[in-house]
C-alpha cells in the first residue's frame, strides 16, 4: 500500500555534491514526519536528518551545514542534498517515512530499499 523508492545515489568525490530523492506512492492519507538513515559497513543505522510535516528540521552533527534536507508534499518526496561531501559519508542511505494510511488510522513506519553513496578518490 505504501512504497518509498530512493534515487540519486552513485560515486563522488570528496567535496563533492549529491542529491538523493525518495519518492512515496500507494494509497494514503498523508504523510509526517520523513527522515534519511544511513548505514556503513559493519555499522548502525544512523538517522542522518529528519524533517517533520510543518518543516521543521534536524541534523545529526556530522552533516550540519552540509545537508539540507526538504520535502514536496505535492510530490510525496523527500530530498537531501549532500554537499561537500566526505569519505566518511559512504553508507547505504535508507528513507523514513512515518505514513498515516487512512484519517483514522494509526501511523506506520516504512523504509525504501536504500540508495548506495560512495565518497572516494
Known amino acids: 500500500q505504501v512504497q518509498l523508492v530512493e534515487s540519486g545515489g552513485g560515486l563522488v568525490q570528496p567535496g563533492g555534491s549529491l542529491r538523493l530523492s525518495c519518492a512515496a506512492s500507494g494509497s494514503f492519507w498523508n504523510i509526517n514526519a520523513m527522515a534519511w538513515y544511513r548505514q556503513a559497513p559493519g555499522k548502525q543505522r544512523e538517522l542522518v536528518a529528519s524533517i517533520s510535516i510543518g518543516d521543521s528540521t534536524d541534523y545529526r552533527d556530522s552533516v550540519k551545514g552540509r545537508f539540507t534536507i526538504s520535502r514536496d508534499n505535492a510530490k510525496n518526496t523527500v530530498y537531501l542534498q549532500m554537499n561537500n561531501l566526505k569519505p566518511e559519508d559512504t553508507a547505504v542511505y535508507y528513507c523514513?517515512?512515518?505514513?498515516?494510511?487512512?484519517?483514522?488510522?494509526?501511523?506506520?513506519?516504512?523504509w525504501g530499499q536504500g540508495t548506495q553513496v560512495t565518497v572516494s578518490s
Open positions: 523514513n517515512a512515518a505514513v498515516k494510511v487512512r484519517t483514522w488510522s494509526a501511523v506506520n513506519i516504512y
